[in-house]
């Protein structure tokens, strides 16, 4: 692809973030969103062989809680179709969790150790084996690793002057991130998404901000925010070469 971005992460930690891409139209940000949702691949569980379940729970209900456990992906290391082992013994009282799961790869375990599975009462047990396949979140919902991923507009607001003595002074909602006239980049949570909070008793003028979109993205912990946008790009831009390869035959 032939465009270029300017992107400025606004916040961030391993699993969430926000940043703001400029110079991008909104169809691509529209792909780039879809890219992170579907064409990302995850490792999640996909087959389960029971050995012990004198759970209260049956097989089938047991397997879609496993299902949702999220797994750490290092992608560099896979390819979409391979599986990785895990098994779980837990004997009650306690309460199965995913830390529970032992994996066969140590890349691969459960992102998070406190993920409640079942609870066991005394004599219980519960005792599997588990198949957890790479695969897109096209193929399943489970699969996807951007768990919350969307996007707005950047918008700016200017100081046009100030209102009238008897105006009522409503609030002006907005949510995610403004620019100043300054270019001074302000998370609108810090006014509690209220603009008369920041700009008391002032007339203002709010715009959209031309090919400018603040995405907001949060992950299940397979990988970090950086990867996900990352390998989202990186699929966007291998579909565009395979179209101009076809096209040019």
């Not at 379940?53 to 397997?63: A, L, Q, R, T």
């Not at 890349?107 to 219980?124: C, R």
């Not at 897109?136 to 951007?146: A, D, F, L, R, Y």
């Amino acid at each position: 692809m032939s465009e270029e971005f300017d992107v400025e992460f606004i916040e961030r930690d391993d699993r969430s973030a926000r940043f703001l891409v400029r110079g991008a139209s909104p169809a691509f940000a529209n792909g780039l969103r879809r890219a992170m949702i579907a064409d990302v691949p995850t490792f999640s569980i996909d087959t389960v062989r029971f050995v012990e379940n004198s759970s209260v729970m049956f097989d089938e209900m047991i397997g879609l809680r496993l299902g949702l456990v999220p797994l750490t992906t290092p992608l560099d290391e896979f390819e979409v179709g391979d599986e990785v082992t895990l098994a779980l013994d837990v004997e009650g009282p306690a309460t199965a969790y995913s830390g529970d799961l032992v994996s066969s790869e140590p890349m691969v375990e459960p992102a998070d150790e406190n993920v409640p599975i079942i609870e066991l009462k005394e004599g219980h047990r519960l005792e599997l084996e588990a198949d957890a396949v790479l695969d897109t979140g096209k193929e399943h919902s489970k699969h996807q690793g951007g768990v919350s991923v969307g996007y707005r507009h950047l918008q700016r607001v200017e100081v046009v002057g100030d209102v009238g003595e008897f105006h009522d002074d409503e609030p002006q909602i907005l949510r995610g991130v403004i620019e100043t006239p300054d270019g001074e980049l302000v998370l609108t949570d810090e006014f509690d998404h209220d603009l008369t909070n920041r700009y008391p008793g002032k007339e203002l003028e709010v715009t959209d901000v031309s090919g400018a979109f603040v995405f907001h993205v949060e992950t299940d912990g397979s990988f970090t925010v950086e990867e996900l946008v990352r390998r989202a790009a990186t699929t966007i831009g291998d579909r565009a070469d395979e179209l101009r390869e076809k096209v040019a035959v």
